[in-house]
């Protein structure tokens, strides 16, 4: 997350640097709000990091735009200009709190000049400017959400909620321990947060109550159907008595070759990087002669193809392509957990080409995912393959301590900074702990069922 913040600071100096603009420079609120109205009264065409707010209710409403631009055609209490807010975003399209950031800035440009600018902008990360038009749906969720803050200001404190996304968040294990030390439904796996409040309603508020209530007397809960609170019933008795859950019998196909595929993508740069595979069924290596391998003593290998730079991800997709191609017709099963390596196999073939050989190796596919959740209930809060490999009932370990996803990011963004060989290694060592943990889970199934 510091290497985020680093990165969109630098992403921002390299965009204004080439800019003529009026810098407000103080960084007391009230002074640097007085220099900007100055500037806004004398029509300074493009203002940067100018200080915009204003007062109602009680409240201060307060905003800095990285840029505040100039624009002609509508009359101001200013002139006959206006002012339009602009950020500078490290993403390539604008995301929902980018949008509803610009459109408090627009609210309370209105107040200052009379005039709502509702065509706002990011530039984003290869320097171009992304328009957004904002209307009345967009102000209505804006001001929803400043409602809930300027609630939870005033201590109306919200219903726990976890989702896997909060484990970025530093607040993550303050949050979890508020809802272990009540007990709380929010740490329910796949319990919607947006049935809690009817649950709670109707007197389910803790694990203990979920796993004793009668679904045959709840009336509709809203985003939770029968089928899904028998789960969620069955969830909460696992995480009281620690213990599994078997719900069905996992189908896995047999198949003398078994592939076990994960894939590396920066979401920042927009560029799948490392696509890993560990091969098992192959003792003679017939498939090991195009790409990057590591040998096992074992017959088995690791096989990946990798992008050093963003530029090279389209060379590294042919690569995979021809790798395909060396595959047999019929007789392997390829292994993932999650929908995401279907999902950038399917976009890397719209950008770059796709093949026969292609669409038979994802017909092979089967999601791990999916065969647990309609397998087995584990006594955890989250169902990640870090969460169930790491679990004492499989005890798999990652080479690299701090090894995950968001980690896996960071080291490709140092890597090119720095060009470390280490580092990139580092990379190689995660991918290949992540398709042999996706190897031991499915062998775990297999021997469990």
Same mark, same amino acid.
């Given at each position: 997350?510091?290497?985020?913040?680093?990165?969109?600071?630098?992403?921002?100096?390299?965009?204004?640097?080439?800019?003529?603009?009026?810098?407000?420079?103080?960084?007391?609120?009230?002074?640097?709000?007085?220099?900007?109205?100055?500037?806004?009264?004398?029509?300074?065409?493009?203002?940067?990091?100018?200080?915009?707010?204003?007062?109602?209710?009680?409240?201060?409403?307060?905003?800095? +735009?990285?840029?505040?631009?100039?624009?002609?055609?509508?009359?101001?209490?200013?002139?006959?200009?206006?002012?339009?807010?602009?950020?500078?975003?490290?993403?390539?399209?604008?995301?929902?709190?980018?949008?509803?950031?610009?459109?408090?800035?627009?609210?309370?440009?209105?107040?200052?000049?009379?005039?709502?600018?509702?065509?706002?902008?990011?530039?984003?990360?290869?320097?171009?400017?992304?328009?957004?038009?904002?209307?009345?749906?967009?102000?209505?969720?804006?001001?929803?959400?400043?409602?809930?803050?300027?609630?939870?200001?005033?201590?109306?404190?919200?219903?726990?909620?976890?989702?896997?996304?909060?484990?970025?968040?530093?607040?993550?294990?303050?949050?979890?321990?508020?809802?272990?030390?009540?007990?709380?439904?929010?740490?329910?796996?796949?319990?919607?947060?947006?049935?809690?409040?009817?649950?709670?309603?109707?007197?389910?508020?803790?694990?203990?109550?979920?796993?004793?209530?009668?679904?045959?007397?709840?009336?509709?809960?809203?985003?939770?159907? +029968?089928?899904?609170?028998?789960?969620?019933?069955?969830?909460?008795?696992?995480?009281?008595?620690?213990?599994?859950?078997?719900?069905?019998? +996992?189908?896995?196909?047999?198949?003398?070759?078994?592939?076990?595929?994960?894939?590396?993508?920066?979401?920042?740069?927009?560029?799948?990087?490392?696509?890993? $595979?560990?091969?098992?069924?192959?003792?003679d290596g017939k498939y090991a002669n195009i790409g990057h391998v590591r040998k096992q003593d074992d017959g088995?290998? $690791?096989?990946?193809?990798?992008?050093?730079? +963003?530029?090279?991800?389209?060379?590294?997709?042919?690569?995979?392509?021809?790798?395909?191609?060396?595959?047999?017709?019929?007789?392997?099963?390829?292994?993932?957990?999650?929908?995401?390596?279907?999902?950038?196999?399917?976009?890397? &073939?719209?950008?770059?080409?796709?093949?026969?050989?292609?669409?038979?190796?994802?017909?092979?596919?089967?999601?791990?995912?999916?065969?647990?959740?309609?397998?087995?209930?584990?006594?955890?809060? $989250?169902?990640?393959?870090?969460?169930?490999?790491?679990?004492? $009932?499989?005890?798999?370990?990652?080479?690299?301590?701090? &090894?995950?996803? &968001?980690?896996?990011?960071?080291?490709?963004?140092?890597?090119?900074?720095?060009?470390?060989?280490?580092?990139?290694?580092?990379?190689?060592?995660?991918?290949?702990?992540?398709?042999?943990?996706?190897?031991?889970?499915?062998?775990?199934?297999?021997?469990?069922?």
């Amino acid at each position: 997350m510091e290497k985020l913040l680093e990165q969109g600071v630098l992403h921002e100096e390299e965009y204004v640097k080439d800019l003529k603009f009026v810098e407000v420079e103080e960084k007391r609120p009230e002074s640097a709000f007085t220099h900007t109205i100055e500037l806004m009264k004398e029509g300074a065409e493009l203002i940067y990091q100018g200080e915009i707010q204003y007062e109602a209710d009680g409240v201060i409403y307060r905003g800095r +735009p990285d840029l505040l631009e100039r624009r002609i055609g509508k009359t101001s209490q200013f002139g006959d200009f206006y002012y339009v807010p602009c950020d500078i975003k490290s993403s390539s399209d604008i995301k929902k709190e980018q949008w509803m950031q610009l459109t408090l800035y627009a609210k309370i440009l209105e107040e200052l000049q009379g005039v709502f600018p509702d065509e706002v902008s990011i530039i984003n990360r290869n320097h171009e400017r992304v328009q957004f038009s904002i209307e009345e749906k967009h102000r209505i969720k804006t001001f929803d959400r400043v409602d809930t803050v300027l609630r939870v200001l005033k201590g109306d404190k919200p219903p726990l909620k976890l989702s896997s996304s909060c484990k970025s968040s530093p607040w993550y294990s303050q949050c979890v321990k508020e809802a272990e030390d009540v007990n709380d439904i929010a740490l329910l796996y796949r319990l919607d947060s947006r049935a809690h409040e009817r649950l709670r309603e109707n007197g389910v508020n803790t694990v203990e109550e979920a796993a004793e209530m009668n679904i045959d007397t709840l009336p509709k809960i809203p985003y939770a159907s +029968p089928q899904t609170l028998q789960r969620v019933k069955l969830q909460a008795q696992s995480l009281l008595s620690g213990e599994l859950k078997w719900v069905g019998s +996992p189908e896995l196909p047999e198949a003398p070759l078994n592939i076990y595929f994960d894939i590396e993508g920066d979401p920042l740069l927009d560029v799948q990087y490392l696509w890993g $595979f560990w091969v098992a069924g192959d003792p003679d290596g017939k498939y090991a002669n195009i790409g990057h391998v590591r040998k096992q003593d074992d017959g088995k290998y $690791f096989v990946y193809f990798l992008a050093e730079q +963003p530029e090279d991800e389209r060379e590294m997709w042919h690569d995979f392509l021809k790798w395909l191609d060396t595959l047999p017709q019929e007789g392997y099963a390829v292994w993932h957990y999650n929908k995401y390596e279907r999902v950038q196999c399917e976009k890397l &073939a719209k950008l770059y080409g796709d093949s026969n050989s292609l669409w038979r190796f994802m017909s092979n596919f089967v999601d791990l995912e999916i065969v647990v959740r309609d397998s087995i209930i584990f006594p955890l809060y $989250f169902y990640s393959i870090k969460d169930i490999a790491k679990s004492k $009932f499989l005890n798999f370990k990652w080479r690299h301590a701090k &090894a995950g996803g &968001a980690q896996s990011i960071f080291w490709y963004e140092e890597w090119l900074e720095k060009k470390d060989r280490n580092i990139l290694n580092d990379i190689v060592n995660y991918n290949e702990d992540d398709v042999r943990a996706t190897e031991f889970l499915k062998d775990w199934l297999v021997d469990n069922c």
